[in-house]
């Protein structure tokens, strides 16, 4: 059976989605994204430069992905409604990921801003995802108000530590009916393959690939972690069994055999 | 409370430490912490950090490349006058050096900006002299509404302003503010700054928050390294910088790290700041924060600059010239009228090709205005 990612209203077969940022350059990322096999790729706009002929980051984007702007520098609801428009004006098409962040210290998100660049962005018909500290109500809220997705961070961008908010991504994979996607903090393959053996419905990756010394290969590396660990979920992962035996004394050893 | 009596806390902090306390284990302990303290800060700036640079590097290199990428974004400074009021010690602009003064026509100022422009650079840093009356505010607007034309990113560096004056500057258009208290030690500044305006030492210190207050998005601030000792000017300005975050949590703060260059008039009394100091400052800054922009200017040799790059600068400038209208417009045979000479000549493209060459991206681009 053909297990597709669906999501903003289309079909995937890659459930790993990459970043932009941070490459040595174009070509290589260019190599990054063929190898990684995504569909979807998200670019800053404000890296965007139309007007450059030998340095213009759309022209290495591959023709078969999907281009999802982010809105990457946006310190409040109103500055990623304006870049999510640029965007849509300058022919990026209508695939935004929403990041306000006013913590540079971290480059934590803003959730309430978030919320409010949904709510505007989902009526004027972009396909949005916003990026998200892993908090239920407010992904929730951003169901409701009609993001295509959710896209919790794992641990601070570029920290490279892993899915440390597992607890609370658990909670919204079980909760909510849009895809989760995890996007942030994802520092190796294993850490992708975790989050896709929980149930996420796609991981975002960025840093861990283009500082890597080989980028291309770990981009391969993180298509077949991410593409194991969801077939580890559909198959059904066992619980992990206990460390101790059967106890001497049952505790509902005093109901005998009846039954 | 401003920086001003964070200042005067931080001076006790470094009359309280002992540096020769400081042990190789302890040195290590701070290059692994993430403490913001001012402690673990003077440890990193310690000389007996100095023994474990290779060490620091490795720790800072890695740090950097998480938090910003395989990526430089580069700038150029255009000069718009270099009329000055002040006296400073350190600057060809001095008011008493006999240099030839220019303050650019709109005319000019779009000539230069549409030669710069053309080199692909989106990014400027405009500059004046410290005269008001020779490049008054009105004027550095109008000089902003013809350069918005050409770049897609606009800061200034010129003398300091009240908040309601960046607040103005930043709806014309400007995202960012370059600012040097250029020393941090309040006699030393009371010195080399002779006269004029530039003299009041906490109103240029508290600059950079009534700039971060005004709607900046960007604020870069710097001491002038051989002003006095670069250890203690290091650490005041991290612990400004890392004042400036704490409070701004939505500006980006970044830093420079400025060594004095010769320059027109009187060069003598300055200290030495050799490239070991520079690097251990800059791993020291980029241990202590690990989000701070570090800006390295063409003051430093072409040589030094590319082997810099990798242990924590962010931005770079390229193509420069320190003279009112030295893109398109000076005589460069004329009478030298710069503000310091610098070291690394090469132009845009070479700058370009540098970075590549190292595995680093250029980046021309970084914001657009909204």
Redesign the interface.
């Known amino acids: 059976m053909e297990d597709l990612f669906r999501v903003g209203g289309r079909e995937f077969q890659s459930r790993l989605l990459l970043g932009t940022g941070k490459f040595a350059n174009y070509a290589v990322m260019k190599k990054a994204i063929e190898e990684s096999g995504s569909d979807i790729v998200t670019v800053a706009l404000r890296r965007v430069d139309p007007g450059s002929q030998a340095d213009n980051i759309l022209d290495f984007i591959p023709p078969q992905c999907t281009l999802m702007t982010n809105t990457s520098g946006a310190r409040d609801a109103d500055e990623a409604i304006r870049i999510a428009r640029l965007a849509k004006a300058g022919g990026a098409g209508n695939w935004i990921k929403i990041e306000v962040v006013q913590d540079n210290k971290y480059l934590l998100p803003e959730n309430l801003e978030t919320l409010k660049a949904v709510e505007v962005l989902v009526k004027e018909g972009f396909v949005v995802l916003p990026y998200m500290s892993p908090d239920l109500s407010m992904a929730r809220r951003m169901e409701d108000a009609g993001a295509a997705a959710v896209m919790p961070l794992g641990a601070p961008i570029g920290s490279n530590r892993g899915i440390k908010t597992r607890e609370l991504v658990e909670i919204m994979v079980r909760e909510i009916k849009v895809p989760v996607i995890v996007d942030a903090g994802i520092g190796s393959p294993s850490q992708a393959c975790e989050c896709m053996e929980i149930g996420c419905a796609a991981v975002l990756v960025n840093t861990a690939v283009a500082i890597s010394e080989n980028p291309v290969q770990m981009a391969s590396a993180f298509r077949d972690a991410v593409m194991a660990g969801r077939r580890a979920y559909l198959s059904g992962i066992p619980e992990k069994g206990g460390l101790s035996g059967v106890a001497s004394s049952p505790l509902t050893g005093f109901l005998g055999d009846e039954k | 409370m401003t920086f001003y009596n964070t200042l005067q806390e931080s001076e006790a902090c470094l009359r309280n430490f002992d540096a020769h306390e400081i042990s190789r284990g302890s040195v290590i302990r701070a290059v692994e912490s993430e403490s913001c303290s001012p402690e673990r800060l003077l440890t990193l700036l310690s000389p007996k950090a100095s023994d474990d640079l290779e060490l620091m590097a490795r720790k800072a290199h890695e740090i950097t ?7 430089i974004q580069l700038y150029t400074p255009l000069y718009l006058s270099n009329f000055c009021d002040n006296q400073c010690s350190y600057c060809g602009f001095n008011a008493r050096n006999r240099v030839p003064r220019k303050t650019l026509t709109l005319e000019e100022i779009e000539r230069e900006a549409a030669y710069i422009a053309s080199t ?1 650079l ?1 990014h400027i840093l405009i500059l004046t002299g410290g005269s008001r009356p020779h490049a008054p505010l009105s004027y550095i607007k109008s000089a902003v509404r013809v350069l918005k034309k050409y770049f ?1 990113s606009i800061s200034a560096e010129i003398y300091a302003l009240s908040e309601g004056e960046y607040a103005e500057l930043a709806a014309e258009g400007v995202d960012g503010l370059t600012i040097y208290q250029e020393t941090y030690h309040e006699a030393v500044y009371d010195r080399v700054h002779k006269a004029g305006p530039k003299k009041d030492f906490q109103f240029r210190l508290e600059a950079p928050e009534r700039a971060a207050r005004g709607a900046f ?1 960007n604020v870069n601030i710097g001491a002038l390294l051989g002003l006095s000792d670069w250890r203690r000017e290091s650490f005041f300005l991290g612990m400004h910088a890392g004042y400036l ?2 409070r701004f ?5 970044s830093a420079s790290v400025p060594r004095i260059r010769p320059h027109e008039g009187d060069f003598s009394g300055f200290e030495q700041v050799s490239d070991r100091d520079l690097v251990q400052m800059i791993l020291a800054l980029r241990l202590f924060l690990p ?1 701070l922009g570090i800006t390295l200017s063409t003051r430093e040799s072409p040589r030094l600059r590319e082997n810099l790059i990798p242990l924590g600068v962010t931005r770079m400038s390229a193509g420069s010239t320190t003279e009112v209208g030295g893109h398109t417009i000076a005589c460069h045979d004329a009478e030298d009228a710069s503000q310091f000479k610098i070291a690394d000549e090469r132009n845009v493209e070479e700058i370009k090709a540098m970075l ?1 060459a190292r ?3 250029p ?6 205005r ?1």
């Open positions: 490349l998480r938090q910003f990428g395989r990526v692909g989106k897609s998005r975050q704490d949590p939505n500006v980006e703060i989000r590549v595995g680093y991206q980046v021309l681009k970084d914001w657009m909204l």
